[in-house]
């Protein structure tokens, strides 16, 4: 117990940190726009590290790590893949969707976004999109539950279940008091002490083991093609890992962070902000993972992704690595707390406003969205209650079923003039179901990731529903037209 005392002081006091800050926006939360989106007053600087700390998640420092350090460096295509739909992301959806969705009814949520964007008042895309948020966010929370299970069990020795209970109390207790302010608040934090962990822990792989030359010896010896890029990789598993950059314009924990800027302009100079920081701290997580090859060639590890914690703990004292536990936490925790805020808010907003109790004042949907955060943690809870789940399978369902239900939509719904409603919720089904029944295929074509058939097929079926029956209300046109001259 005594040798895990400072771990331990070092990782309650930055508990003590995140739950003053949801304290603090606790009281800052008067309606359920607050709740939901702080108002729509976050800065550049806390909307470029929120948007990257709630991306990341425990996958930057538990399953790409640990991809890495299983099959060497030609794992990085993932990060090149991420790398590339980022930018595109801040580039083409930011601005537009921070504009729209303010312009268009003052949206709260996507499919609210959704339903006024193409005035559907048959609530068929508001209900289509809240079930597919559900759907794909309980498994995304899950494996942030199993990475943060995974931390506690490696750290202070708890059972796995206990350390699952442990760390889904944790992330729940400061979401369910402060809301998107909390949130977003701990996610810039976080992302600081992420981007400190990555820097520090292959500095000192690096000089622990005598060097760049000497680590990369040891590295070939233990997998000559440890640092070969196209390593065992034919044509569709390079599609594959470089198609994980397509996700980024469905992920509604991300759009969020668009949607709550105080303006337009700000999200300028946080695009560059959040994009310096994505490479940096990419390149320190594929650093850790080629690392661990060197230091663990004579004990490989059991579990692969556990190979950035146990780094920590082997190279650096017990108050340095109690940082660095905390930063992986934090990276899990970020994720977990946006998925949990926008699963509530369609459950308050989208659901229980909407088609149950339309008069509902402010407090009551409040209430409906705190009580919601419980509901949903539960049920992810129980999914990831299985000891063998991995972190990364978990991550590449959820982000690949957003990803193709949500993504084109995104899109062409802010391009596309003539896109209609009938066009949207078509191709927010297909991309859907695409990765639902890819995932369970196995061999030849299957084994491309479902991201791309998903994408490219709700792509088609959006086009070819709008041009057979293009967009003819005026009143839908009209707010495009008004959207493209705010733009400007």
């Excluded at 499919?111 to 048959?122: G, K, L, M, V």
């Excluded at 337009?264 to 390149?283: C, G, S």
């Excluded at 129980?382 to 972190?391: K, M, N, T």
């Amino acid at each position: 117990m005594n040798s895990n005392l400072p771990l331990l002081i070092t990782f309650c006091g930055y508990l003590l940190i995140i739950l003053y800050l949801g304290i603090k926006a606790y009281r800052r939360t008067h309606d359920l726009g607050d709740y939901i989106l702080g108002g729509r007053k976050l800065g550049s600087v806390v909307t470029a590290l929120s948007v990257g700390a709630s991306d990341m998640s425990g996958w930057l420092l538990l399953g790409l790590p640990g991809a890495i350090y299983l099959s060497g460096l030609s794992e990085i295509w993932i990060g090149i893949g991420l790398v590339l739909g980022a930018y595109c992301n801040w580039l083409i959806v930011a601005r537009p969707l921070r504009v729209y969705s303010q312009h268009a009814n003052n949206c709260l949520t996507l499919p609210d976004y959704f339903e006024n964007r193409f005035r559907d008042r048959s609530k068929v895309l508001r209900s289509l999109s809240a079930s597919v948020i559900l759907l794909f966010f309980t498994f995304y929370t899950a494996s942030g539950l199993v990475g943060g299970a995974i931390l506690f069990e490696n750290s202070f020795g708890l059972d796995y279940g206990v350390a699952l209970l442990t760390g889904g109390f944790i992330i729940v207790a400061y979401t369910f008091v402060g809301g998107f302010l909390a949130v977003a608040w701990t996610d810039a934090i976080q992302a600081l002490l992420m981007l400190a962990a990555l820097l520090i822990a292959p500095v000192g792989v690096i000089t622990s083991g005598g060097g760049f030359a000497e680590v990369g010896e040891e590295m070939q010896a233990v997998n000559p093609e440890s640092l070969a890029l196209f390593a065992n990789m034919g044509l569709l598993g390079f599609l594959s890992l470089i198609a994980w950059g397509l996700g980024y314009m469905g992920q509604p924990h991300i759009l969020a962070r668009f949607m709550a800027a105080e303006s337009a302009e700000k999200l300028v100079p946080a695009r560059r902000m959040a994009m310096a920081w994505m490479i940096v701290v990419l390149i320190g997580s594929v650093t850790t993972g080629l690392a661990g090859i060197a230091y663990f060639a004579d004990a490989p590890l059991d579990n692969p992704e556990t190979v950035f914690i146990a780094l920590s703990q082997n190279l650096f004292n017990p108050w340095i690595a109690g940082i660095i536990t905390a930063a992986i936490l934090s990276a899990i925790m970020s994720t977990i707390d946006s998925q949990l805020l926008v699963s509530s808010s369609v459950i308050s907003e989208d659901v229980y406003r909407v088609f149950a109790r339309p008069g509902a004042s402010e407090k009551e949907l409040l209430s409906v969205s705190r009580a919601a955060v419980i509901v949903i943690a539960i049920v992810a809870l129980l999914i990831a209650s299985d000891r063998d789940s991995r972190v990364l399978d978990l991550v590449s369902y959820a982000w690949a079923g957003f990803g193709a239900a949500f993504g084109p939509v995104i899109l062409f719904s802010l391009l596309w003039r003539r896109m209609t409603a009938s066009a949207a919720i078509s191709g927010m089904l297909l991309g859907a179901v695409t990765v639902v029944i890819w995932s369970n295929l196995e061999g030849g074509l299957f084994d491309l990731y479902e991201i791309v058939p998903g994408f490219l097929l709700a792509s088609m079926a959006i086009v070819g529903v709008s041009l057979l029956k293009p967009q003819q209300d005026l009143e839908t046109l009209r707010l495009f037209d008004e959207t493209q001259e705010l733009l400007k």
